[in-house]
């Protein structure tokens, strides 16, 4: 089913930056559309971005012109560089297959916190 392992959070202040970083082992990667989502505390999980096999980027409003979304398939890893952070960023960040577009994912991972001060 393959794993990911979600790293790179932390406590920043706003307008400040983080990257988030994700790698997947024991699946495949490469031929998969992939997504980061985040779930702040009595919210549903939501999506971010996501990014698709050709490399073409998409984002939430909320995050636009703010997050940028990359994928390095030789590594199995997926990126997320956050600037101009604010405090309704903060949340629990995940990687997993755009499940838009995939049925089965990968197990869900523990996730990264972010935390944005005011």
């Known amino acids: 089913q393959g794993q990911v392992v979600e790293s790179g959070g932390g406590l920043v202040q706003t307008g400040g930056s983080l990257t988030l970083s994700c790698v997947v082992s024991g699946s495949s990667f490469t031929p998969n559309a992939m997504a980061w989502y985040r779930q702040a505390p009595g919210n549903e999980r939501e999506l971010v971005a996501r990014?698709?096999?050709?490399?073409?980027?998409d984002y939430a409003d909320f995050v636009k012109g703010r997050f940028t979304i990359s994928r390095a398939n030789t590594r199995k890893t997926l990126t997320l560089q956050m600037d101009s952070l604010k405090p309704e960023d903060t949340a629990i960040y995940f990687c997993?297959?755009?499940?838009?577009?995939?049925?089965?994912?990968?197990?869900w991972g523990q996730g990264t916190q972010v935390t944005v001060s005011s």
């Open positions: 990014i698709n096999t050709r490399n073409l980027p």
């Open positions: 997993n297959k755009d499940r838009r577009v995939h049925s089965s994912l990968y197990s």
